[in-house]
């Protein structure tokens, strides 16, 4: 397989495809059939905001051996011939009477024997991006051939990161970074959160992300009251804390990571929950290590809160991080996952000051065999101030 225009090489698709073959081996899957944006990005490079048209449906399969065969409109044949895959098949879409259907199941049909079995992610963390009557036609079409559920092939996989992923995500940190160090003359320029949010949206663009996923945050007398609402479009006042989150984009990797600023001198309420946050983060930088699980994260961070008289946050403290915003595990109480070496991930503690009024705290780091390496820039240990 030659280098194609887009990726990062085709020693690294080969890497991907030939793990992902190896457990569908194991599972007795004959060809892994794939739908989502950020899978059929993973296995082949395929980078494009078209998917934000809901027009179309988009199949990647990948056979027991050999290079991946792209079943897609025709709209999308020069791109993904840029890419890291094999056959590239194609047909006019949008069809109302069949869109894509019956050249899938011709090709489905010919990679995988009559009695085969094909995988497909259908678990927690996947979604099936083609109507779903159109897959009861698949199914039916190809049986005696039976569907299972791959979502472990897949998230065995993906959730450990190859060097060039983790540099990925290290350049997308670095850009947030750089817009997070303009928040201080954002807020002195423009008082009101909508605004902030819009001109932090605009940093984020002019540092080098290719695009803005993702902005969240919130701010109120100290603390906010959750970290998702829209911006409204009012004023910050001395004593509101403000918290920025983002999951920029640069070449298909996202960062997540927070950034907390007092608007005037913090109370003392919030100084002592800024230093939970930030020491508890600083437990789990000095303790987690492979082999140990996403409920045993969750339990340091608690642990570094309690300890220092904070109260945790509902949810979870932490999560996977790479080609989506958020990928599993999930740092609870319930999730047993295996922390990996080279798996991405955050750090996001949380804790109550008061009834409907919150801290959030969050960091990306990768996990190498001796503990965490950080990806985004270490937050300072006490709460920037910004005078207005």
Known sequence: MADAAQGFGAAEYARRWAALQARMAVAGQDALLLTSPADVFYLTG???????SPARPWFVILPAKGAPVAVIPEIGAHLMASCHTGEIRTWPAPDPNDDGIGLLTETLAGLVPEKGCIGLPMGLETSLRMPLAEYHRLTAALAPRVFVDATATVQRVREVKSEPEIEAIRRTCAIAAKAFDRVPGIVARHRNLDAIFRQFQCALLEAGADWVSYTAGGAGQGGYGDVISPAAAVPVRPGDVLMLDTGAVKDGYFCDFDRNYAIGPPSETVRRAQDALYRATEQALDSLRPGMTARDAH?????????????????RLGHGLGITLTEWPSFTDKDDTPLQENMVLTLEPSVEIAPGRILVHEENIVLRADGPELLSPRAPADLPEIDI
């Open 46 to 52: 395929f980078l494009t905001r078209f998917w934000e």
């Open 299 to 315: 339990r340091v961070l608690c642990d570094g809160l309690t300890t220092r008289g904070a109260t945790p946050g509902g949810g």
